[in-house]
């Protein structure tokens, strides 16, 4: 029932409301842990270019870091509209 | 009666620095690779000859990098196509509708979701591409390797070590935009160290055959300042 509800285009009003209900929060808290671990993902980023741009000093490096917050702040933002949109 | 030999205290010997014969070359009075290069400031580039305002952490003092050298940007094309193919992923199955079940703050979360997946991807591509360095100096070879994000290694072997040099180019791409490998012997701790498809491999080899020839010189002629 499950599997048909995914792999079918047909509306959700086809589906039983309860199984519905059950994916849906399933779906949400999928989203939710994989956002946290991207999130995670974007602070490990963060730190390896702090430690590359030590290995090799080029003029770059302060804008590489600057995409490493950029990143970071865009990931922590999604978290945040997928805590108050799902 | 004779003079009483009064002894003149010694002159106090100065110090003198014992100036060697020969100063160190630059690398343009013994490359005619180099003597050809402009010095670059382009942080950007894959081939970065006598850079300026760059650096690595372990340079000692009067160690000057004479070539950076990145993987040839033809190579990167791979995963870039990956990511823009990634982005019209949704495009085309948009009209298939095949996440018509899902309310639309769902299908909003799955795109915002994908997109920052696909922005992750190119930064760390490109992170992997930049920070993935060879650099030779007028002392040593180091290769940079930046695998992933919780892995790199810093390999450096003295250029007086260095056994045999090897330029190696194979495959359409390659020779058209005429990039390869170079393979470098060294009867350092690392045997072999691999520049893998850096721009024009036959100069780089070159290159390093002249510092290993105006290392013997130095050699020879007795070590410089």
């Given at each position: ?86 | ?21 020969h100063r160190r070359r630059g ?111 007028d ?85 410089v300042i």
């Amino acid at each position: 029932m499950l599997w048909q509800a995914v792999v079918s285009s047909t509306p959700s009003s086809s589906i039983p409301p309860e199984v519905n209900q059950f994916l849906l929060m399933f779906i949400k808290w999928c989203l939710i842990v994989l956002m946290i671990f991207y999130v995670a993902f974007a602070g490990v980023v963060i730190r390896q270019i702090q430690i590359m741009r030590q290995t090799l000093v080029t003029t770059f490096s302060p804008i590489l870091k600057i995409l490493g917050f950029v990143h970071f702040a865009l990931a922590f933002l999604v978290l945040l509209v997928f805590f108050s949109i799902l | 009666m004779p003079d009483i030999f009064v002894a003149h205290p010694e002159p106090k010997t100065e110090k003198v620095r014992v100036k060697h014969k020969h100063r160190r070359r630059g690398i343009d009075d013994y490359s005619t690779v180099m003597r050809l290069e402009k010095p670059s400031s382009n942080p950007l580039s894959w081939f970065v000859p006598k850079p300026q305002r760059m650096g690595f952490s372990t340079q000692s003092a009067g160690e000057s990098i004479i070539l950076l050298l990145r993987q040839h940007p033809v190579t990167q094309i791979r995963w870039s196509l990956t990511a823009l193919l990634a982005s019209v992923i949704p495009l085309i199955f948009s009209p298939i509708d095949f996440m018509g079940f899902l309310p639309a703050n769902y299908k909003l979360a799955l795109y915002l979701g994908w997109y920052l997946m696909i922005i992750g991807f190119v930064l760390e591509s490109f992170l992997k591409w930049f920070f993935n360095v060879y650099i030779i100096t007028d002392e040593r070879i180091i290769d940079v390797d930046f695998m992933s994000l919780i892995y790199k290694n810093i390999s450096a072997a003295k250029i007086d070590k260095i056994e045999d040099t090897t330029a190696t180019t194979g495959g359409f791409l390659a020779s058209l935009f005429n990039y390869g490998t170079v393979t470098i012997q060294t009867a350092a701790e690392r045997r072999e160290f691999e520049f893998s498809n850096v721009p024009l491999p036959n100069k780089v080899t070159k290159l390093i055959n002249e510092l290993i020839l105006e290392e013997e010189r130095e050699k020879i002629e007795g070590r410089v300042i």
